[in-house]
């Protein structure tokens, strides 16, 4: 069984800082792509930074030049910081991740059950 398990949401002011968290952990043979994802309320989800195996990062447009996506291998966790916040970041964040478990070595997505981030004075 694979789980990824997002931390680090919470409440911060427009112009303030946060960083996200996302373990995963279970029957991991190998991780491919890390990313990022957020729903905000009414709209549909999208994706916010994609990072790679190699360390290759793709973002949206609206966050480029303000979150920072980063991974460490060796503990199978990827990272999103976030600086520059603005109302229009609050969401809900979800990790994924392409694995491939122990049990059949097929690659699969997973998904974090999410994280809220509000930005409001």
């Known amino acids: 069984q694979v789980q990824l398990v997002e931390s680090g949401g919470g409440l911060v002011q427009p112009g303030g800082s946060l960083r996200l968290s996302c373990a995963a952990s279970?029957?991991?043979?190998?991780?491919?792509?890390m990313g990022w994802y957020r729903q905000a309320p009414g709209k549909q989800r999208e994706l916010v930074a994609m990072?790679?195996?190699?360390?290759?990062?793709n973002y949206a447009d609206s966050v480029k030049g303000r979150f920072t996506a980063s991974r460490d291998n060796t503990k199978n966790t990827v990272y999103l910081q976030m600086n520059s916040l603005k109302p229009e970041d609050t969401a809900v964040y979800y990790c994924?991740?392409?694995?491939?478990?122990?049990?059949?070595?097929?690659?699969?997505?997973?998904w974090g059950k999410g994280s809220l981030v509000t930005v409001s004075s």
């Open positions: 990072i790679t195996s190699g360390g290759t990062t």
């Open positions: 994924s991740a392409r694995i491939r478990d122990t049990r059949d070595y097929k690659w699969m997505d997973y």
């Open positions: 279970g029957s991991i043979s190998s991780i491919n792509t």
